[in-house]
Nanobody, 121 residues
């Protein structure tokens, strides 16, 4: 079992920055890949970014490439998402997800409760 708790969301103006965190507990953090997803009102949950167990491989949705950076600190059991140049269309609830293995292929079974990010124009 994996428990995930996101934090760091908030209200920010367009062009601003935020850093989301996801604290993990349970299974050994360095044994699985991690990802970020988001869900805007009335829309399906969508993939944002993912990172392999070591941090050596990262993946991004085209909509955030060049603006968002995913990283992890295995010593702190924490996943991060640095979001720069935020746009109103980035407004959503952001969720972290634990993959079932060390390499990212798809979302795993474990999700956090989400953190709200609101970008005003």
């Amino acid at each position: 079992q994996v428990q995930l708790v996101e934090s760091g969301g908030g209200l920010v103006q367009a062009g601003g920055s935020l850093r989301l965190s996801c604290a993990a507990s349970g299974r050994t953090f360095s044994s699985y890949a991690m990802g970020w997803f988001r869900q805007a009102p009335g829309k399906e949950r969508e993939f944002v970014a993912a990172i392999s167990w070591s941090g050596g491989s990262t993946y991004y949705a085209d909509s955030v490439k060049g603006r968002f950076t995913i990283s992890r600190d295995n010593a702190k059991n924490t996943l991060y998402l640095r979001m720069n140049d935020l746009k109103p269309e980035d407004t959503a609830v952001y969720y972290c997800n634990a993959a079932d293995g060390p390499w990212w292929t798809r979302a795993g079974r474990h999700w956090g409760q989400g953190t709200q990010v609101t970008v005003s124009s």
